[in-house]
């Protein structure tokens, strides 16, 4: 049976809907409005070839019009010039502002339409239809948009939020592997900075989620989805507690950097989160049995708690060239216990250090 949630952004609110085909995806449309509206599917290569036309179908025949752009699937197709070849589509297909684009994919997909239908026409509808766990967990809640820009992940980019995130979670049973449990690595984050016992709860399962048992997958992703938009409908424009969402991502997104993203963002997450809660414990915020458990627990998921082959001072340089910094300061996520993440700008250059070596493969260790 599909369940919704609603998540509240300033007088309105917008649903997700957590559901396990796409049956009910032109009900939800509808209650939009979408009848009169042309609608415009924004997909990659890859979505395509599984839903694209299926989605299309839904659509034809009971709106305006109906069409779809496809671009080419990967983290490369997340720029300005995918952007353009989108406004273009609109243009040509005669879209005005009363239109809706709907981003049928995983993150790259819902990043960049969401940008597109920030920018066009200055701002129009768009829905969330994703299609990958690290969407479904992730990057279709919470209104941010955006694209790479120079080399630098996200650093063009809106606030926009969809008008309906629809979530179909059978479509996580035909992703690959290494992807679905990447997105994985997001929902154990949700549990560590907010809710132990959801947290208690993903160790339980863990045959059942790696299996993708569907009723399983929509509890988790319903109650992984609660912790964001608690998050979120407090701190939208991340002024203050929306940064505990990075937790795991300071360290994180310089492994992914220094490794050419040749690693998956939510396993740079994993190896992040291992080093956050190592600083944590060596604060004594955490106890030691606890920090090896948080770091153990990543492993049945498919998730990496070791790197090789990176230059420790580099990724401490990459750390202070990302985002999350504040007056030349770094914002740390630190775990006070399981389930409760605090702000930190007080990490040194040491305590950032001794993390990464913790999370360091060396060569002499398969030796020692
Ligand atoms: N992915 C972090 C956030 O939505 O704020």
Redesign the pocket.
């Known amino acids: 049976m599909s369940e919704r949630l609603p998540v509240l952004y300033r007088k309105t609110a917008y649903d997700i809907v957590f559901t396990q085909s796409f049956d009910e995806l032109w009900q939800e449309l509808a209650a939009l409005g979408c009848g009169e509206k042309r609608l415009c599917i924004v997909t990659d290569s890859k979505v395509d070839e599984y839903y694209g036309d299926k989605v299309l179908e839904l659509l034809e025949g009971n709106c305006v019009k109906a069409v779809k752009y496809v671009f080419p699937n990967g983290e490369e197709s997340k720029n300005l010039d995918t952007v353009r070849g989108i406004y273009k589509f609109l243009i040509r297909e005669g879209f005005d502002r009363r239109d809706m684009l709907i981003a049928l994919g995983g993150g790259v997909v819902g990043d960049t339409t969401g940008f597109a239908a920030a920018t066009y026409l200055r701002g129009i509808d768009f829905v969330q239809v994703p299609t990958t766990l690290l969407a479904q967990a ?2 279709s ?2 209104g ?1 948009t955006g694209v790479d820009f120079d080399g630098y992940k996200n650093m063009v980019g809106a606030f926009k939020m969809p008008r309906l995130v629809y979530m179909n979670l059978a479509a996580l049973q035909t992703l690959e592997d290494r992807q679905y449990f990447s997105g994985f690595a ?1 929902i154990m984050k949700h549990g560590l900075i907010k809710d132990a016992a959801f947290y208690e709860w993903l160790i339980e399962n863990m045959y059942e989620i790696c299996d993708r048992d569907l009723d399983t997958l929509q509890e988790m992703l319903r109650r992984s989805c609660s912790v ?1 938009k608690l ?2 409908e407090k701190d939208p424009t ?1 002024q203050g507690d ?2 505990l ?2 937790f795991g ?1 300071t360290i994180g997104h310089a492994i992914e950097k220094a490794k050419n993203f040749e690693l998956y963002h939510g396993e740079c997450v994993a190896l992040g989160a291992v080093a956050a809660a190592f600083i944590s414990w060596k604060r004594e915020l955490l106890s030691m049995e606890e920090y090896y458990e948080v770091r153990d627990m990543f492993v049945p998921f498919n998730l990496p708690i070791s790197v090789d082959d990176i230059d420790p001072e580099e990724i401490l340089r990459l750390t202070k060239a990302d985002k999350k910094m504040e007056s030349g300061k770094i914002k740390f996520v630190l775990l006070k216990k399981i389930g409760r993440a605090v702000l930190d700008k007080t990490v040194t250059d040491e305590e950032m250090l001794a993390a990464i070596d913790e999370i360091y493969f060396k060569d002499e260790d398969q030796h020692a």
């Open positions: 992730d990057s809640i919470g941010k997001e964001k998050v979120v991340e929306r940064a969402l990075n991502h």
